[in-house]
């Protein structure tokens, strides 16, 4: 069983920065898919961002694109999403995800989740 486990979120000011980490308790080499998505109230969970080594590809959200950057380090079992220039409607629960596979579902469907952590956006 593969536990993910997220850190980095909290309360951040409109135009501002976090940086969120996703520890692996395994190996992350092991999946061909890992991103973030999140999941606003009222709204469903939407891909953030994905690195999927089947495609050779890395998907952000339009909403994101330029803003958020996805990264992994193989020896440290982490990925993480910085996440800049920051605004209210990116307040959500980040979740990160792995996939064996090696999709990035538009709307969920990875195989490993984590918790989620809680980024809000406000003044």
């Known amino acids: 069983q593969v536990h993910l486990v997220e850190s980095g979120g909290g309360l951040v000011q409109p135009g501002g920065s976090l940086r969120l980490s996703c520890a692996a308790s395994?190996?992350?080499?092991?999946?061909?898919?890992v991103g973030w998505y999140r999941q606003a109230p009222g709204k469903e969970r939407e891909r953030v961002a994905c690195i999927s080594s089947r495609d050779r590809k890395i998907y952000y959200a339009d909403s994101v694109q330029g803003r958020f950057t996805i990264s992994s380090d193989a020896a440290k079992n982490t990925v993480y999403l910085q996440m800049n220039s920051l605004k209210p409607e990116d307040t959500a629960v980040y979740y990160c995800?792995?996939?064996?596979?090696?999709?990035?579902?538009?709307?969920?469907?990875?195989?490993?989740w984590g918790k989620g952590t809680r980024v809000t956006v406000s003044s």
């Open positions: 995800a792995a996939d064996v596979i090696g999709s990035c579902p538009v709307y969920g469907g990875m195989d490993y």
């Open positions: 395994g190996s992350i080499s092991s999946f061909n898919a």
